[in-house]
């Protein structure tokens, strides 16, 4: 198993649905194309397989990913060697993984290797060799499968915003452009600037209403309901917060002491001059 990370920016989404014509290739198919290069295995065999999948533009930390290697009984890799896949290289420099399983150097080469063969904005950030064993009736109850043990996933979202004002005039920046917003203040890929003011209050109140058990049926493709076995969709939403953050980058753990009831700063030298990043965590176990 391994955790991958990816900049989505310029990716599709991380799993790969049926091929049609001129489709571009998933996060799924990338990782695939490096174990093949690696193992000189099938991709079939390989059975890459993640613990959810990210729509396009999505980014990730830890993709929690799982594929099948072989191992002889003494845990020595038969099928992980690091094959030099440049044509216009001649040198054969292979290594074998011939380490104990869970041993650190062992783990370490794999990734080192399929990161080698890996586009630069995704990466795998660690491995970890899970022995299985299979009896001749293709028992598979001791095999990892990321999607089924997953106990928790977490999602964050990034927002760059300014606090919504009442009698105070917003600074020119702010209406400067989505553009020139995000070069201005240097910001990366993975927070969404927002173009209009928001409500503080408001978003406080929206994150309590949705912590809890719900039914997110109406959230799921029609196509995807037709596949579902159980089309058990209610998911528990363990935790669904949010910190506030200075342009400086530190969290506003408790900003009610500048609040009024309604949310609003108490006084306009403040409201002004407010532009903040709010960062939603969302935690629960039933993502699919």
């Known amino acids: 198993a391994a955790a991958a990370a990816e900049e989505g920016t310029t990716q599709q989404r991380s799993r790969k649905r049926m091929k049609r014509s001129g489709q571009v290739p998933t996060i799924q198919d990338k990782l695939e194309e490096a174990l093949v290069l690696l193992t000189k295995k099938d991709v079939r065999s390989l ?3 993640g613990a959810g999948r990210t729509d396009k533009g999505v980014h990730a930390t830890g993709q929690v990913v799982a594929f099948d290697l072989e191992y002889d009984e ?3 890799a038969t099928a992980a060697t690091t094959n030099n896949d440049n044509n216009n290289n001649n040198n054969n420099n292979n290594t074998v993984f011939a380490e104990p399983i869970n041993h650190p150097d062992t783990n370490w080469k794999i990734q080192r290797a399929i990161n080698t063969r890996l586009p630069n904005d995704i990466f795998v950030s660690s491995v970890s060799l899970l022995s299985s064993s299979h009896n001749n009736n293709n028992d598979d109850n001791n095999r990892f499968e990321p999607r089924e043990n997953v106990k928790l996933k977490r999602y964050t979202y990034r927002i760059r915003y ?3 004002i009442t009698n105070a005039k917003a600074p020119p920046i702010c209406n400067s452009g989505i553009n020139t917003i995000r070069h ?7 927070i ?5 003011s928001l409500d503080e209050h408001l978003m406080k109140k929206a994150c309590d209403a949705l912590t809890g058990t719900f039914d997110f049926t109406a959230f799921v493709h029609r196509s995807e309901r037709k596949k579902s076995k159980d089309n058990n969709n209610v998911i528990q939403l363990q935790k669904f917060s949010f910190v506030k953050r200075t342009l400086d980058g530190d969290d506003i753990e408790n900003d009610d002491e500048n609040e009024n009831d309604n949310g609003t700063a108490k006084n306009e030298e403040k409201q002004s001059s407010t532009v903040r990043t709010v960062k939603f965590t969302l935690e629960a176990k039933g993502f699919r």
Not at 184 to 190: E, N, R
């Open 162 to 164: 300014r606090n919504k």
């Open 47 to 49: 059975r890459v397989r």
């Open 192 to 196: 969404w600037i927002c173009p209009w």
């Open 74 to 76: 003494n845990n020595a």
């Open 184 to 190: 201005v203040m240097y910001d990366t890929p993975d």
